[in-house]
C-alpha cells in the first residue's frame, strides 16, 4: 500500500550571507521574487501538491517567516477600514489553515541532512516531502504536485531530478542512473558534488525529495560529509535497494534562487510570465539592452 503525503519539510535554518548584506537582519527565504518571499512560493507549491502540514526547520533570527504565516490582525483591520477587499484577499487566500504550521529550531547550521533530521518527531513515522525555498521552479503544474503524482504510481522515494552541463556537477547531488525514460530515472547510487570526471551521470538532484520514513534511521547514523555538514544525500544512498527510488525530470525552468544572478533571472522569469507586468517589463528590458 501506498502512503499518501500529507507533510512536508521546509529547511529554513540556513545563514544567507551569500546575500549579505539584506540578510543580516532578513532570513533570505523572505526575499522577494516580484511580490511574494521565496518561502510562501515553496508553501503554495506544497498545497498544490495537496500538502496538510507544514513544518518548518528554522534558527536564530528567522521570526520574520513565523509572522508572514500568522494573522495580522492590525493589517486587516486597516485594509477593511479602507475597503480594500482584494489586498485582504491576497494576504489571507495562501494562508494555511490554524493547527497546519509547526516549527523546530535547528540549533546549528550542520546541513542539509540534519535539519531534515530536526524535524523526526513532527513528521512520525510516514512519508513526506521536503522543499528548499532556494529551489524557485516555475511550471503549468507544481513541481512538487508532478512528483506525488509519480510517487502514487511507484511508490518509495522520489527526488526532483534534472540534467545539467557535465562541468557544472560539482554543484550538485548527482544520481548513478539504472532503468532511464524520457522522465524518470532509475536511482543506483548518489554522489555529492562529484568533479566532471568522477560524476557518474549528468543528472543532478534538485531541492524537491519524497522520502519514507526510513531515512531518518540513516540519518541518526550519518557523519559529516561534503563541507563538514550533515549531508542528505549520504543518508539517501544508504536507502537505495530498500525499495523503489526514482529522480523525476519535472516539467518546468528551475531557477537558483540561492545565488545572486539565478535570484535576478528568477524575478524577471516570473514577471514576465504575470500577464499584469509582463509587456511593461519587456519594453523596460529593451530599453536596458539598448544601452548595453
Not at 495580522?72 to 484577499?89: H, T
Not at 524557485?136 to 552541463?165: F, H, R, S
Not at 528568477?266 to 504575470?274: D, K, M, Q, S, V
Request: net charge negative.
Amino acid at each position: 500500500m501506498i502512503r499518501p503525503i500529507r507533510k512536508a519539510v521546509f529547511p529554513v535554518g540556513g545563514l544567507g550571507t551569500r546575500f549579505l548584506p539584506a540578510t543580516k537582519a532578513m532570513p533570505k527565504e523572505m526575499l522577494p521574487v516580484v511580490d511574494k518571499p521565496l518561502i510562501q512560493y515553496a508553501v503554495e507549491e506544497a498545497r498544490a501538491a495537496g500538502i496538510e502540514e507544514f513544518i518548518f526547520v528554522t534558527g536564530r533570527g528567522k521570526q520574520a517567516i513565523e509572522d508572514h504565516f500568522d494573522r495580522s490582525y492590525e493589517l486587516e483591520d486597516v485594509l477593511r477600514e479602507r475597503d480594500k477587499r482584494d489586498l485582504l484577499d491576497l494576504i489571507n487566500s495562501w494562508m494555511p489553515a490554524a493547527g497546519q504550521v509547526s516549527y523546530t529550531r535547528q540549533m546549528e547550521p550542520l546541513g542539509l541532512g540534519h535539519a531534515v533530521r530536526c524535524a523526526k518527531a513532527l513528521v512520525g513515522d510516514e512519508p513526506f516531502a521536503v522543499l528548499l525555498a532556494d529551489d524557485l521552479i516555475l511550471a503549468k503544474e507544481a513541481c512538487l504536485a508532478q512528483m506525488v503524482e509519480a510517487y502514487n504510481n511507484v511508490g518509495g522515494n522520489i527526488i526532483a531530478a534534472m540534467d545539467v552541463p557535465p562541468e557544472h556537477t560539482k554543484r550538485y547531488g548527482v544520481i548513478k542512473p539504472g532503468k532511464n525514460s524520457d522522465r524518470m530515472v532509475e536511482v543506483t547510487g548518489l554522489v555529492e558534488k562529484p568533479a566532471p570526471a568522477e560524476a557518474p551521470s549528468n543528472t543532478a538532484v534538485i531541492g524537491r525529495y519524497i522520502l519514507q520514513p526510513s531515512v531518518f534511521h540513516h540519518l541518526d547514523n550519518t557523519q559529516r560529509g561534503a563541507g563538514g555538514e550533515m549531508q542528505l544525500t549520504d543518508a539517501l544512498a544508504k536507502m537505495i535497494g530498500e525499495g523503489p527510488f526514482h529522480g523525476l525530470r519535472f516539467d518546468g525552468e528551475r531557477y537558483d534562487c540561492g545565488d545572486k544572478i539565478g535570484f535576478l533571472h528568477a524575478n524577471i522569469a516570473f514577471a514576465l510570465a504575470r500577464p499584469d507586468m509582463n509587456k511593461d517589463l519587456s519594453v523596460i528590458l529593451r530599453d536596458i539592452s539598448k544601452t548595453l
